[in-house]
């Protein structure tokens, strides 16, 4: 399967926004779910939010709760991750992928239940 291609990253000021893009790739088009991970330096991948695609019902980790929104165009076959209020915390790589678990939940922010990884974009909160 090809990996999705993530865009839209850059360097914010606190309390800015950013509007990330993932262009999904026809063959993870079939997929029942996906989400948006970020890693930053010398720490583990983590989940922050997750989209079901059939019905759109959406997931998200307490820390971005009320700042990020994920949403797709099914038409474009992109899938977007609006972050608002940025913190220096945010900075991290951040990639789309879809599940690539089929016993997997939607809600899950296990990086193993999803695959195909992309190459990311990079976002940078200052102070």
């Known amino acids: 399967q090809a990996p999705s291609v993530e865009s839209g990253g850059g360097l914010v000021q606190s309390g800015g926004s950013l509007r990330l893009s993932c262009a999904v790739s026809?063959?993870?088009?079939?997929?029942?779910?996906m989400g948006w991970f970020r890693q930053a330096p010398e720490k583990e991948r983590e989940g922050v939010a997750s989209?079901?695609?059939?019905?759109?019902?959406?997931f998200y980790d307490t820390s971005v709760k009320g700042r990020f929104t994920i949403s797709q165009d099914k038409d474009k076959a992109m899938v977007y991750l609006q972050m608002n209020s940025l913190k220096p915390e945010d900075t991290a790589m951040y990639f789309c992928?879809?599940?690539?678990?089929?016993?997997?939940?939607?809600?899950?922010?296990?990086?193993?239940?999803?695959?195909?990884w992309g190459q990311g974009t990079q976002v940078t909160v200052f102070s």
């Open positions: 992928a879809p599940m690539t678990n089929p016993a997997g939940w939607c809600s899950s922010r296990r990086p193993q239940d999803f695959g195909d």
């Open positions: 026809k063959f993870t088009a079939s997929s029942h779910c």
């Open positions: 989209i079901y695609l059939p019905g759109g019902t959406t």
